[in-house]
């Protein structure tokens, strides 16, 4: 179905503003995918609170001028699907990463995150960076270490001492009967 110039408009407005919001953005292509396939990957993506969406390859170069996915431009051809999300700098690659590994067709163009274009071979890299409550988590247990080994520290020559009178009780008790 031929789109009219105030759908195109609309469709260029649309990516334009999502992808000033996004933070990392995947490129994807979709040729030669079932109707049940690309349901399954548009559940997964609005679970993973990912916007996904088929466009024009021209429409999607004029979204993208002033934003960081300006540089996905030349990689634009051929049949295109744009993963973008405004959260996690890594949740489009783990997507498209991971329906990628049951669909042979699907194939990966390229991967944005903060305005750096990366090559389709770089997708398990960033796929296997944290998620951002991973990353809150991993940092929380890195900060917390050296207080609890200072408290360890602290609390040792007490216990040791606890530790020497009660071995001596242990021992006059001992002796004692």
């Known amino acids: ?84 999300s405004e959260e996690e700098p890594s949740a489009p690659a783990r997507l498209f990463r991971d329906f990628a590994k049951g669909n042979e067709k699907f194939k990966v163009k390229a991967l944005v995150v903060d305005s750096q274009l990366y090559p389709a071979n770089d997708l398990e890299k960033i796929a296997s960076l944290p998620s951002r409550d991973e990353a809150i988590a991993l940092l929380m247990s890195v ?6 080994k200072l408290a360890r520290t602290l609390a040792e020559p007490y216990s040791m001492v606890v530790r020497v009178f009660a071995a001596l009780q242990d021992k006059k008790q001992a002796a004692g009967e």
């Open 1 to 84: 179905m031929p789109l009219n110039l105030e759908d195109k408009k609309a469709i260029v407005e649309k990516i334009g503003e999502v992808a000033k919001r996004s933070v990392s953005a995947a490129c994807g292509e979709n040729l030669g995918l079932t109707v049940g396939q690309m349901t399954a990957l548009r559940k997964q993506a609005r679970a993973n609170n990912i916007y996904l969406q088929i466009v024009r390859n021209t429409l999607a170069v004029r979204a993208f001028e002033g934003t960081g996915f300006s540089c996905m431009s030349d990689v634009m051809t051929g049949p295109t699907m744009l993963a973008f």
């Open 143 to 148: 900060m917390q270490a050296p207080v609890t």
